[in-house]
């Protein structure tokens, strides 16, 4: 049997605010049930799952480096990060690790400096739109794309 997947999940700035942060946006769920959630879903889907939210750019990039050799996957919700950071993408192409691109909002609609990610173009794919279930629909494409692709 081959050993079980690990997925690193990344959560940006002010996501810690969840519940709490236009939840008109955002929706009510607080991180820590959205955390929760991820938690259930990587039981159905047979696969582990480490979250981590930082407000800092450089401790997601840390973590990004840190990722490598250590999780299959990651899953990143860059926050405010998607549109600015070119460190935080120049970080996923270092380590190589397949990537999913997650937003609560679908960014396309709302303000134009939204519509443009640096994760795009190093992501494997991005989900925008679904409130929460962005994560667990984001988890299992990533999971299917993982065992699709094994490593060699
Ligand atoms: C977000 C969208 C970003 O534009 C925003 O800055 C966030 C959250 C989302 O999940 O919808 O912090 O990534």
């Known amino acids: 049997m081959s050993a079980q997947i690990s997925v690193l999940v990344l959560h940006g700035p002010n996501l810690n605010l969840l519940g709490l942060r236009e939840p008109q ?35 997601l990039i840390d973590a990004i480096h840190s990722s490598y050799q250590q999780y299959q996957g990651i899953l990143i919700n860059a926050g405010a990060y998607t549109h600015t950071s070119v460190a935080i ?8 690790i397949p990537t999913v691109e997650v937003h609560l909002s679908n960014i396309y609609q709302r303000e134009s400096f939204r519509h443009h990610s640096y994760i795009a173009p190093v992501a494997i794919g991005q989900i925008s739109g679904f409130g929460a279930q962005s994560y667990c629909l984001g988890l299992r494409a990533l999971v299917g794309y993982l065992r699709d692709n094994p490593k060699l």
Request: charged fraction near 15%.
């Open 89 to 96: 993408a120049d970080a996923l192409k270092a380590v190589r």
């Open 25 to 59: 946006i955002y929706g009510s769920l607080t991180l820590q049930e959205i955390d929760s959630l991820l938690l259930t879903e990587s039981v159905v889907l047979g696969v582990s799952v480490v979250t981590q939210q930082s407000n800092q750019e450089g401790t």
